[in-house]
């Protein structure tokens, strides 16, 4: 007899049935958690790495373990390394632990993304500093009339600091070419109150004042910075106007290195904000 041959409508869903089971069996089942990711552990850790490169680097040169020069030129640019490493390994452990993914360890992925982005901007920042301000480390709002340092001359001869006599013109005019809006503070306040109050923020900041002379409206300091304990020396110049009030001139020269990457520019206008703040 020819024609289509019967199927039991028992054995038909027997077959559904196993090419269902068998469509299930062709995707990958994984039982329990997913093992964790070594790639993203390992950019967690060297993200590690150079983080405390990092701080090494500013502990030896505040605690004079060695020349600020290994730690500025040699340690920190292998934590630079290591953050540029760390943060491609983490990237790739990101995208191999996210849900979904076939590991885990998203957390530590993301945390050594933040580590070794850390570890990179720390000294590339310093280095775009260096090559887009000036190249200068004597910073003083009358270029003209530099306020003088006295106080503090011995010791920086004796410590074999930069020169602090100023040089000249062409330093004031790189200062200008990269600082123009830099210049002195004029208050209405009589520079007896001028002054108690100039010396009152220098101490409030921490400075180690070398001298203080009212009559002179001279205030002359050191001022050091938090993480390297970089020192730089201060002077501030309080003089009268002729309308009774006060102009308040001040210099930040750094004791070592060619370039202070604007550190003693931001610390001069931040001061004199501040101060122009107490006194209105």
């Given at each position: 007899m020819t024609g289509a041959a019967r199927v039991h409508p028992r054995d038909a869903a027997f077959g559904e049935g196993s090419a269902m089971s068998m469509s299930h069996q062709d995707k990958p089942t994984v039982i329990g958690p997913r093992p964790i990711s070594w790639i993203a552990v390992a950019g967690f850790v060297i993200g590690i790495v150079g983080v405390l490169l990092l701080l090494v680097a500013a502990l030896g040169v505040r605690f004079d373990w060695w020349h600020f020069r290994f730690s500025l030129l040699t340690l920190m640019k292998y934590g630079a390394f290591a953050?540029?490493?760390?943060?491609?390994?983490?990237?790739?452990?990101?995208?191999?632990?996210?849900?979904?993914?076939?590991?885990?360890?998203?957390?530590?992925?993301?945390?050594?993304?933040?580590?070794?982005?850390?570890?990179?901007?720390?000294?590339?920042?310093?280095w775009w500093k260096v090559k887009t301000l000036p190249f200068i480390h004597d910073i003083t709002t009358d270029t003209e009339n530099p306020p003088q340092f006295r106080a503090?001359?011995?010791?920086?001869?004796?410590?074999?600091?930069?020169?602090?006599?100023?040089?000249?013109?062409?330093?004031?005019?790189?200062?200008?070419?990269?600082?123009?809006?830099?210049?002195?503070?004029?208050?209405?306040?009589?520079?007896?109150?001028?002054?108690?109050?100039?010396?009152?923020?220098?101490?409030?900041?921490?400075?180690?004042?070398?001298?203080?002379?009212?009559?002179?409206?001279?205030?002359?300091?050191?001022?050091?910075?938090?993480?390297?304990?970089?020192?730089?020396?201060?002077?501030?110049?309080?003089?009268?106007?002729?309308?009774?009030?006060?102009?308040?001139?001040?210099?930040?020269l750094s004791r070592v290195g060619r370039s202070d990457v604007g550190h003693n520019a931001e610390r001069i206008q931040n001061y004199l904000s501040a101060l122009r703040g107490r006194l209105s």
């Open positions: 953050g540029v490493g760390g943060l491609i390994v983490s990237l790739i452990g990101l995208g191999r632990s996210l849900p979904g993914g076939i590991r885990r360890g998203a957390t530590w992925a993301l945390v050594g993304v933040l580590l070794s982005g850390f570890a990179l901007y720390m000294p590339a920042s310093g503090v001359v011995a010791e920086r001869e004796a410590e074999g600091a930069n020169p602090y006599v100023y040089e000249g013109p062409d330093l004031a005019r790189k200062q200008k070419e990269g600082y123009p809006d830099l210049g002195p503070l004029i208050v209405p306040t009589p520079p007896d109150k001028t002054f108690t109050a100039a010396l009152q923020l220098a101490r409030d900041l921490d400075w180690t004042i070398a001298a203080s002379e009212p009559d002179q409206g001279r205030i002359e300091g050191t001022d050091t910075t938090f993480w390297f304990g970089f020192k730089d020396d201060v002077v501030v110049r309080i003089e009268p106007t002729a309308d009774g009030g006060s102009r308040v001139d001040m210099r930040s």
